[in-house]
């Protein structure tokens, strides 16, 4: 079955690079996904990459992705405390119909000054 | 701009009893979704609705039931409720269309005791 598997916790100083590494199934996604959650609230979009590319980047964010290996990647540059949140790795399984999406378990980012 | 607005975003419920979860939409989207969240899962799909008049399973539907209303509401019921349920509830809207994006709700903590 459709499995999205990440590590759960990261720990960076303020300043440094993050990277959250997450791996995926589904070679038939079309979008591949990172969703943040900050505490309290629910899960918003943070960036996409179209499953044609191999690399998006969007300010501090830079998203890549190796098809070969099913392997998505969040690097986040000069980690701000504001960034400290939960980061959820998405797709969209090839045999479900609509558009629900499937999720890993989550990585935790947590940064400190 | 509500966005997804879910009720009750608390509630604690006796083993056996049943509760409504509400969850409506104002973006005139067409799918709708549930999800659960529990440490160390992730997110994980109830049941979702990708248009008016339909519903289907999740990767977790038992002991839940769904309906959809209209296309503004997406209500999940617990009929007799378990503490294996205790847990957040997200609601999730999207268009349907394009990237795929999930709008979701600011979530309802139950604990069923």
């Known amino acids: 079955g459709e499995d999205v598997e990440q590590s759960l916790f990261l720990s960076v100083r303020e300043g440094d690079s993050s990277v959250i590494n997450c791996t995926y199934t589904d070679s038939s996604s079309t979008y591949l996904y990172w969703y943040k959650q900050e505490p309290g609230a629910g899960l918003q979009l943070l960036t996409y990459?179209?499953?044609?590319?191999d690399m998006k980047q969007d300010q501090r964010l830079t998203v890549l992705l190796n098809k070969k290996d099913k392997h998505l990647s969040l690097r986040i540059a000069d980690t701000q405390t504001g960034d400290s949140a939960i980061y959820f790795c998405?797709?969209?399984?090839?045999?479900?119909?609509?558009?629900?999406?499937?999720f890993g378990k989550g990585t935790t980012l947590s940064v400190s000054s | 701009n509500a966005g997804v607005t879910q009720t009750p975003k608390f509630q604690v419920l006796k083993t056996g009893q049943s509760m409504t979860l509400q969850c409506a939409q104002d973006m005139n989207h067409n799918s709708m979704y549930w999800y659960r969240q529990d440490p160390g899962m992730g997110l994980r799909l109830i049941y979702y609705?990708?248009?008016?008049?339909?519903?289907d399973k999740g990767e977790v539907p038992n002991g839940y039931n769904v309906s959809r209303l209209n296309k503004r509401e997406f209500s999940l019921r617990l009929e007799s409720a378990a503490p294996s349920q205790t847990s957040v509830y997200f609601c999730?809207?999207?268009?349907?269309?394009?990237?795929?994006?999930?709008?979701f709700g600011e979530g309802s903590r139950l604990t069923v005791l």
């Open positions: 990459i179209f499953s044609n590319m």
């Open positions: 999730a809207s999207s268009s349907g269309t394009g990237v795929g994006e999930l709008f």
């Open positions: 609705s990708a248009s008016e008049g339909t519903t």
């Open positions: 998405a797709e969209i399984p090839s045999n479900q119909a609509g558009t629900a999406l499937i």
